[in-house]
């Protein structure tokens, strides 16, 4: 079996980081969000820029732990000596993103089938939901262009996110970031809840959008929430405390 890092190998922050991951990672194992050994969630080192933490390719997200997430930096050098190997595709579109974003701390990729079936139609997310008016005009979209593995195509998802920080991948799945993870896990359950009413939607009757005036009004309303902590942490911690009762091996 291979080798992993252990906490007193790092710094605690970077301990912190690499629990906090791997918590997400199996919280997302958890809710159904997995694909196999595929797709994947990064969060940077903190106080390392150029370094951020990624699944060792070939486990599930059942299997990640702290010890064994690998650590690489923007030019896909691994950094920990993790004898782990890194997916190509995860690292050309995350990479990215972590290079030319400051506030990106935190990306996640996924192939939910909601967060797909919606990619896959022309119209995109439509408003018609309480979730899905929350992102109305503050998502982007990128055209499929095969698997992502080649470097020209980053300049191109630059490009087309803009100044957001959700993007549909069409015909490929969904892509969210934040400046912390609680927040970044956050957008992707309202993100996927969308998409699932959506799909519902579709099976069920006509859908109705939600005239722009309201998602206005909506919108407005949302941003005018204070919260006594930072986005996403008490959701975060309420998921930490459930897979903890599962399985709290992701914390080794």
Sequence with gaps: MATAIKG??????????RQQLA??????????WSELIYNHITLRVPGEDSAFLINP?????????????????????????????VNRAGFTQHSVFHRHLPDAHCIIHTHTTAGMAVSACAEGLRPISF???AFIGRIAYHD????????????????????QRAMILRNHGTLVMAPTLPEAFL?????????????AAGAAGTPVDIPPEVIAVHQRDLAGVQLPVGPGVPDFQAMLRVIDRVDPSWRD
């Design 8 to 17: 007193p190998d790092v710094s605690p922050a970077e301990w912190e980081a």
């Design 23 to 32: 918590a997400c990672y199996r919280i997302f194992d958890h809710m159904g």
């Design 57 to 85: 390719f070939g486990l599930s997200y059942g299997e990640v732990r702290a010890s064994n997430l690998v650590k690489i930096d923007i030019d896909g050098q691994v950094l920990d000596g993790s004898p782990y190997p």
């Design 131 to 133: 979730y899905a008016a």
């Design 144 to 163: 499929f262009e095969g698997v992502t593995i080649r470097a020209d195509e980053g300049e191109r998802l630059i490009a087309h996110l803009g100044d």
């Design 187 to 199: 957008k992707q359950w309202l993100l996927q809840r969308a998409c699932e009413i959506q799909v």
